[in-house]
């Protein structure tokens, strides 16, 4: 009796056992069962290194975020003190200009620079850097797309360096007023000795020293208001550098963000 050829099914025909089809097809199976075992193997570790590989982004990125967060508190801290320096530098140049007008008193003048105190309690930048530094030491900073990367070193390396120049030049500056324009700054304490008996609290022992006839003549000077007005363009400069660093630092918090939202699900897991 014939067999239908319809009914021909490959996959259920019998080959001898030992025969070379048979041992083909078996061997030929044993070797696809392998190469894909194999196969999936490698996949599967790749998959996990590459995940593993994006927890450590994921958590170096939020890493950066805390410090960048940090650095924008203390340059608000540091705008808002160039802030009110460039206000009360610019009564002072006001009020040495009504006294040399002669609309006001140089009593007058003395009152007025010690209810102003201090022109500028001038402070400084630094910016924490721990993260980028570790990341730039085992090369992880390299992981991140390359717009990101280039953002954060551009904070970290241009800002850093810029911010070090200008905290010299700001603190030198400062120092050299206080001391050879502005003596009246150098005696705000909590005391003020006038020789071995007599004891001055703050604001007292700013009007002594406003009223020494020696001082009167430096502060009713030319010199003092060119002084104060290169002591004040300083502070505006130093304040226009602040706002730039904080621009740059806002770009990088944002491209960090945004890069942190394409990865929302992955858990964070301590090394």
Known sequence: MKKDPKSFDPFKMELPRGSVRYLALRYSLEFV??????????????????????????KDAQDLLQDLESDAARLAEVGSAADVGK?????????????SEGEMTYEAFADSMVNIGYPYNYITFFMNDGTYKTLLNNGRLQNFPTEVEESIKEYYEYVSKRALDNNAMIDNLSLNYFVGHHPMCMVKG???????????DWPASARFVMNLSNIQERYKSDDFYVQTMVYRNRIVFHRTLIQRYENIRSKVETELRAYLAEHPDLEIKAD
């Open 190 to 200: 909590d005391e003020f000795s006038i020789g071995a008996e007599k004891v001055l």
């Open 33 to 58: 069962v392998v190469v894909l075992g194999i196969t999936a193997s490698f996949w599967l570790s790749e998959w996990s290194e590459l995940q593993n590989d994006l927890r450590h982004q994921v």
């Open 87 to 99: 206000e009360r530098t610019l009564r002072i140049l006001q009020n040495h200009t009504r006294m």
